[in-house]
T-cell receptor
Framework: RKEVEQDPGPFNVPEGATVAFNCTYSNSASQSFFWYRQDCRKEPKLLMSVYSSGNEDGRFTAQLNRASQYISLLIRDSKLSDSATYLCVVNGPVTSGSARQLTFGSGTQLTVLP | NAGVTQTPKFRVLKTGQSMTLLCAQDMNHEYMYWYRQDPGMGLRLIHYSVGEGTTAKGEVPDGYNVSRLKKQNFLLGLESAAPSQTSVYFC??????????????FGPGTRLTVL
């Protein structure tokens, strides 16, 4: 079983639609959770962190369910510019020098259509 | 600030050749990382460093070596390239945050093809 699992998609949605991505993780000791965005042939960039109480950043809402080890990302009022691959990212146990390695899901591809 | 830069951007190697990928960051970050990204696999950690002069193995270290002689630079070496090392390589860096995980900032990537 992969440590972080995501539906690869692709999700093709019309402009203005609401779309939700889900992610599950296997390490119950994980403490930090993130969504990164990766445009085609570009580097990943942090979209938002995910907090236990859920958090919102404009049109984006992230939720965390620790009991189910499940993370979600909701995008409302989709824009063409939201087309990208969304990576679910979870940190792991402390390793050397207090570093915690990140484990990346393989990503969910979103295409917003005009 | 340039952030995280990587050289070269593209490279084609023949099996058995060697090369070094250079990563540089100007954000005074303690931690630096090398990942590879393959279709359907997500990013996988090759090696990382928690400070100047230190390195550690990640998930897929075999066939690679690294060095962090200066805080701002992290080098990834392939001693004898194999076709299985065809991939996109990303370098990243982050601040040190004890007990937590800080945002990782990625370089633009190096596309490597091994024939």
């Amino acid at each position: 079983r992969k440590e972080v699992e995501q539906d690869p998609g692709p999700f093709n949605v019309p402009e203005g639609a609401t779309v939700a991505f889900n992610c599950t993780y296997s390490n119950s000791a994980s403490q930090s959770f993130f969504w990164y965005r990766q445009d085609c042939r570009k580097e990943p960039k942090l979209l938002m962190s995910v907090y236990s109480s859920g958090n919102e950043d404009g049109r984006f809402t992230a939720q965390l369910n620790r009991a189910s080890q499940y993370i979600s990302l909701l995008i409302r009022d989709s824009k063409l510019s939201d087309s990208a691959t969304y990576l679910c990212v979870v940190n792991g146990p402390v390793t050397s020098g207090s570093a915690r390695q990140l484990t990346f899901g393989s990503g969910t591809q979103l295409t917003v259509l005009p | 600030n340039a952030g995280v830069t990587q050289t070269p951007k593209f490279r084609v190697l023949k099996t058995g050749q060697s090369m070094t990928l250079l990563c540089a960051q100007d954000m005074n970050h303690e931690y630096m990382y090398w990942y590879r990204q393959d279709p359907g696999m997500g990013l996988r950690l090759i090696h990382y460093s928690v400070g100047e002069g230190t390195t550690a193995k990640g998930e897929v270290p075999d066939g690679y070596n690294v060095s962090r002689l200066k805080k701002q630079n992290f080098l990834l070496g392939l001693e004898s390239a194999a076709p299985s090392q065809t991939s996109v390589y990303f370098c990243a860096s982050s601040y040190r945050r004890t007990g937590g995980t800080d945002t990782q900032y990625f370089g633009p990537g190096t596309r490597l093809t091994v024939l």
